[in-house]
Nanobody, 119 residues
């Protein structure tokens, strides 16, 4: 199984980025997909998740700013990041979760992609 995250980079505060995570080697449409982030010196935290049904969940810190979506035909999950803030700076990871499992339990992890928001 591979989860390949991409789309990170440097953005000014208030700007936008779209992260992508391409999955292979798993039956993508049956998995819930999540985005997590880890800032320097902090623990990894949940950012957003999308169930196979399409239902979405967000951390309070990103609600109304970030949008998670998935394209099952492309085996890809996206994270649209709008109105970014310096505190969004972190390494972002995607993860695949078994159906019905909590966001705290991931079956597979991808490699991270760095997002840096300048003030």
């Amino acid at each position: 199984v591979q989860l390949q995250a991409s789309g990170g980079g440097l953005v000014q505060a208030g700007g936008s980025l779209r992260l992508s995570c391409a999955a292979s080697g798993l039956r993508f449409s049956t998995y819930a997909m999540g985005w997590f982030r880890q800032a320097p010196g902090k623990e990894r935290e949940f950012v957003a998740g999308i169930r196979w049904t399409g239902s979405t969940h967000y951390a309070d810190s990103v609600k109304e700013r970030f949008t998670i979506s998935r394209d099952n035909a492309k085996n890809t999950v996206y994270l649209q990041m709008n109105s970014t803030k310096p505190e969004d700076t972190a390494v972002y990871y995607c993860a695949a979760h078994l159906s019905g499992s909590s966001w705290s339990t991931a079956k597979y992890w991808g490699q991270g992609t760095q997002v840096t928001v300048s003030s």
